[in-house]
């Protein structure tokens, strides 16, 4: 369970979602880690597997967004 202490708060929210658990906005990390750990679908190497998906696909996502960011400020650099 260690790893869960190691996930942004973003990622437990949707793991926890993926889990089928309801997720309120005023949950604390803390709370979101003892939902997912009392999940009935709790079985610790696939939520550590499905986390690690989820973290990947969120840097994945940040990395795609950055890239864009930079092609269209060369595409504004060079309309000037």
Not at 8 to 17: P, Q, T
Not at 22 to 50: G, H, Q
Request: glycine share 2%; no cysteine; proline share 1%.
């Amino acid at each position: 369970m260690a790893f869960l202490g190691k996930a942004r708060k973003e990622d437990l929210i949707i793991l926890a979602r993926e889990l089928g658990e309801e997720v309120t906005p005023d949950l604390k990390i803390i709370d979101l880690r003892n939902l997912i750990v009392a999940s009935t679908n709790y079985e610790m190497e696939f939520v550590k597997e499905l986390l690690n998906t989820v973290i990947s696909e969120r840097t994945e996502e940040a990395e795609q967004r950055k890239l864009e960011l930079e092609i269209e400020e060369r595409r504004k650099r060079e309309e000037r």
